[in-house]
């Protein structure tokens, strides 16, 4: 079987954040609702503790550090009006780490609440990062380029805990820095209701047939490719390995899928995966076993919703491609429109009409294709005649 490219992984990741309302939508609100503060519209300076007016000191601090007030403005306004800041503090601090001016004034612009971060606060968030940077150089690189992870301070104990049980489960540190830069929000959950998620995860997979031997490797494996699975509930897993054992698959099948699609299936809703398998079943005019046989080509017809994979088939019907050819390779549904187009016309340069042949030298990640492309082109210029064959020629 041929894996879910990596270029699809992260598309996937992309449309788990952004198009699945089912189980994520709630908690996203809820993270929102409390990070950003409604802005003022009038802008005057004060030193008094008018809850209306900016404070005048803050802004001074800040142009000092040639710190560009309006992006604040614009981004978090908010944190002008505050009455207590730490604008010297935390430049002070940022400084001893080793970030230049440019790099400090780049991170009050974009993450404008780091100046109502005490200096404890901070040094208790420095701490808990430093337990899996291994200096301080690397800690100041991830503050630069992750500054809102660094000083959204929450629960710093339930951090701490946190990274300590994903240490002791045998996750990297870089691994586990990297869920703190971008997926911050597992170490919100009570470091328990980890546990018992990954106590889930272990079940599920000896129960769909998994080796113990190679439980730990896969567990990590799938942790580091997607860990906001932390973030489902014991329910949803259960819920949706029922549904697909419904559909047909054996637990052999499910267990290739999860691998394949890198846990992003127990994001998905069981009624949200129907509408995908419905659609599928009747665009390819198919039995449930043909459906199940291409699904296992292309998990990802399990993922995508209705209105992307119709995008999709539509936009390789309109580039002459058949339904039958599709069915033959659907992991070209992996490709967007417009990266479908864009191929085709590279391969019709070459006078290679992709719609009279296989999809195979369509298919695949950008470094693929390239390679792919190459070949066909150096086939097409190659000479008849061998060029290091000797000539015969008279003297």
């Not at 800690?139 to 630069?144: N, P």
């Not at 580039?319 to 599709?326: D, N, T």
């Not at 695949?364 to 015969?392: D, M, S, W």
Request: hydrophobic share 40%; net charge positive; proline share 4%.
């Amino acid at each position: 079987m041929v894996a879910i490219s990596q270029w699809t992984a992260g598309m996937l990741w992309k449309l788990l954040i952004r198009s699945q309302p089912c189980r994520l939508c709630s908690f996203r609100k809820t993270l929102l609702a409390s990070k950003y503060r409604p802005s003022l519209v009038r802008f005057t300076y004060t030193t008094d503790h008018q809850s209306n007016k900016e404070n005048k000191r803050t802004v001074e601090k800040l142009c000092k550090f040639s710190v560009d007030i309006r992006k604040i403005r614009r981004l978090k306004g908010w944190v002008l009006f505050e009455d207590k800041t730490y604008v010297e503090e935390i430049v002070n601090v940022l400084q001893q780490l080793g970030a230049d001016e440019a790099a400090i004034a780049s991170i009050l612009e974009r993450c404008p609440e780091a100046i109502v971060c005490s200096p404890t606060t901070f040094n208790t968030q420095k701490e808990l990062w430093q337990l899996v940077c291994k200096n301080e150089q690397e800690l100041v690189k991830l503050i630069k380029q992750f500054p809102e992870s660094f000083f959204t301070v929450k629960d710093q104990e339930t951090q701490k805990l946190n990274i300590q049980f994903f240490q002791e489960l045998g996750l990297k540190d870089v691994v586990i820095s990297r869920f703190l830069t971008t997926a911050s929000n597992i170490f919100l959950n009570p470091v328990e209701k980890n546990k018992q998620m990954i106590s889930i995860l272990q079940e599920s997979y000896l129960n769909l047939g998994g080796s113990k031997a190679n439980l730990k490797v896969w567990l990590l494996k799938l942790l580091s490719q997607n860990p906001f699975i932390l973030l489902n509930s014991s329910a949803a897993i259960k819920e949706t390995l029922e549904f697909l054992q419904e559909q047909g698959f054996t637990n052999s099948e499910i267990l290739q899928l999860l691998s394949k699609l890198k846990g992003f299936l127990f994001q998905l809703c069981p009624a949200s995966i129907q509408n995908s398998i419905s659609f599928s079943k009747n665009a390819f005019k198919c039995t449930d076993h043909d459906l199940k046989q291409l699904v296992l080509k292309c998990p990802a017809i399990l993922y995508y919703s209705v209105p992307v994979l119709e995008e999709r088939i539509q936009g390789l019907l309109k580039e002459g491609i058949s339904v039958a050819q599709i069915r033959e390779t659907p992991m070209v549904l992996e490709l967007t429109p417009q990266i479908v187009q864009y191929r085709i016309r590279k391969l019709n340069s070459l006078g290679y009409r992709i719609k009279d042949g296989h999809l195979v030298n369509l298919n695949g990640t950008k470094k693929e294709f390239e390679a792919n492309f190459g070949k066909i082109q150096a086939k097409k210029g190659r000479p008849l005649f061998n060029p290091v064959a000797p000539l015969n020629v008279e003297e």
